[in-house]
């Protein structure tokens, strides 16, 4: 079994920052991309921002030169710093990894259940 926990959420004021942890633990062989995705009420799901196991880094617009991913491949950790919070920032902000669990299981997709991300004054 492999597992996604996200930690960091909580409450910020506009302009603040915050720090998400995202860490894989169980049967792992390898891992590949890792990723933030975000969800509003009422809106679809969205990519935040993607790294690659080699450390290539993609953001969403919105985000871009405000939020920052990284990644501790020693630790199967991937991280998200926000810096500049908005209030259109606040939702729920769930990690994603492409995970080769033996070579025989193949890769698969896996998902944390999130962390609630509120920016409010």
């Known amino acids: 079994q492999v597992q996604l926990v996200e930690s960091g959420g909580g409450l910020v004021q506009p302009g603040g920052s915050l720090r998400l942890s995202c860490a894989a633990s169980?049967?792992?062989?390898?891992?590949?991309?890792m990723a933030w995705y975000r969800q509003a009420p009422g809106k679809q799901r969205e990519l935040v921002a993607l790294i690659s196991s080699g450390g290539s880094t993609n953001y969403a617009d919105s985000v871009e030169g405000r939020f920052t991913i990284s990644r501790d491949n020693t630790k199967n950790t991937v991280y998200l710093q926000m810096n500049s919070l908005k209030p259109e920032d606040t939702a729920a902000y769930l990690c994603n990894a492409d995970i080769m669990r033996t070579w025989v299981s193949g890769r698969s997709d896996y998902w944390g259940k999130g962390t609630q991300v509120t920016v409010s004054s």
């Open positions: 169980g049967s792992i062989l390898n891992i590949y991309n």
